[in-house]
């Protein structure tokens, strides 16, 4: 599925499934739930914390793809293409970019 066929089929869900789409505040409170949510898993399977008896069934692709969805809601409400933005989007971080990481000793580090 393309980034252009996502906001479609979410537009189609929401306007069918979902009814209506949530206001943009409440979309993006959303957001930031969904977002905490990758944030807790990763923080336990990656970093130092446990995962507690709840977290059990935790699913970080599942929890992706909420955030993924919700963000889409906001880029249908708001008149955005996703698409065309994240072009755009890369095209200027190439361009601001090109030197910056080669020449960054924290992840490059230059031979002594």
């Not at 980034?3 to 206001?23: H, L």
């Not at 692709?61 to 708001?78: G, K, R, Y």
């Amino acid at each position: 599925m393309t980034i252009t066929e996502a906001q479609e089929n979410v537009d189609k869900w929401i306007k069918t499934t979902g009814i209506r789409y949530f206001n943009e505040l409440t979309n993006t409170a959303i957001l930031m739930e969904e977002v905490g949510e990758v944030a807790r898993i990763m923080s336990r399977t990656y970093g130092e914390q446990s995962f507690k008896k709840s977290d059990e069934e935790v699913n970080l692709a599942d929890e992706m793809a909420d955030v993924l969805f919700v963000l889409i809601c906001l880029a249908n409400q708001t008149g955005i293409d996703l698409n065309d933005a994240l072009i755009k989007n890369l095209e200027k971080k190439t361009i601001r970019d090109a030197d910056r990481h080669k020449n960054n000793e924290k992840i490059n580090p230059q031979p002594p």
